[in-house]
């Protein structure tokens, strides 16, 4: 019984060893299918991307720009800190499509 026992904690613990990253069929430095179609679709998509981007940028500039200025003439400090971090987050990052933003 206590060998059935043992056996069976055995049988239960084993596949916690097991390394969690499963065999891939792509082979090192190959690109999987799906790698492939993610790299076309960033190739196609970066130009779009870029042009809208770089579009909702100046118009948020074009409102932001008079709005912080009246907002230092009125004084409100924390709306002008937030109207600035808010350009910074529509011109900030990178302009090509998938890529990550630190």
Avoid: F, W
């Avoid at 097991?18 to 299918?33: I, K, M, R």
């Avoid at 200025?69 to 998938?98: F, M, P």
């Amino acid at each position: 019984m206590r060998r059935l026992l043992c056996s069976l904690c055995l049988a239960l613990l084993l596949p916690a060893c097991a390394p969690t990253n499963q065999a891939s069929d792509v082979l090192p430095g190959e690109q999987s299918a799906t790698g492939r179609v993610r790299t076309i679709v960033n190739a196609a998509g970066t130009p779009v991307h870029a042009t809208l981007k770089g579009a909702s940028c100046v118009a948020g500039t074009v409102v932001a720009v008079p709005l912080t200025s009246v907002l230092s003439v009125v004084g409100d400090e924390q709306l002008q800190r937030e109207t600035y971090k808010g350009v910074g987050r529509i011109c900030g990052g990178s302009y090509a499509l998938g890529a990550t933003n630190p």
